[in-house]
């Protein structure tokens, strides 16, 4: 238990330490114990059968392109051009696969992290409305691209919320993860098809 309260409090200064003065190479070897206790105690090793390993990824996808879309009006200027952009840059990701496979670790890691991790750690104190703010609040606090305040950072905590919440529900850091990865990938999907138009004209 004294363990765990030191890595609980561990996270939560990492937390508003990045990444004005923790950078990401330093942020992440911090993190490596919070990693390696997550992973042997809080996650569940539980075969699953193929069909709830489908349900789960379909689902997650399905969660991570709905909630994306459902946010658009707060966080994009241009709802309409970005979810097109969003599509029609899907081709075109398979050239920046390096970036891709990073999205992949990265999101796997913040669950890890700010779901499972800290979730299950704040339920043994807090009730569960409470651990999923705090979860939330300190996932938002890491993304330095929420500043300055604004209807982006706002959609971005309503995204960490669902994401804490649908941990809580599910217990399933595959489902969060997919919800995660899939918004990231649409992003960065729109991302590169707005750069390479603005390229070429």
Excluded at 40 to 52: C, E, H, M
């Amino acid at each position: 238990m004294g363990l765990l309260a030191l890595l609980l409090t561990f996270v939560v200064c990492v937390s508003f330490l990045y990444p004005r003065v923790i950078g990401d190479r330093l942020g992440f070897m911090f993190m490596l114990p919070v990693l390696a206790y997550t992973v042997v105690f809080f996650v569940d090793w539980q075969f699953a059968s193929l069909t709830q390993l489908f349900t789960m990824i379909v689902g997650g996808a399905c969660v991570g392109i709905g909630l994306l879309f459902a946010g658009l009006p707060l966080s994009s200027p241009q709802p309409k051009a970005f979810m097109l952009n969003s599509m029609r840059g899907l081709t075109c990701l398979k050239e920046n696969r390096p970036y891709l496979l990073f999205q992949v670790g990265i999101t796997c890691y913040e669950e890890l992290i700010w779901r499972v991790f800290l979730i299950s750690t704040l339920l043994l104190v807090l009730p569960a409305w409470a651990a999923i703010f705090l979860s939330s609040a300190l996932f938002w606090t890491v993304h330095g691209e929420n500043r300055p305040l604004g209807w982006h950072s706002l959609e971005f905590f309503i995204f960490s919320m669902v994401l804490a919440v649908a941990y809580n529900l599910f217990e399933s850091v595959l489902f969060v993860w997919i919800v995660h990865l899939t918004r990231n990938v649409l992003i960065l999907s729109a991302s590169d098809y707005e750069q390479r138009q603005a390229s070429l004209s």
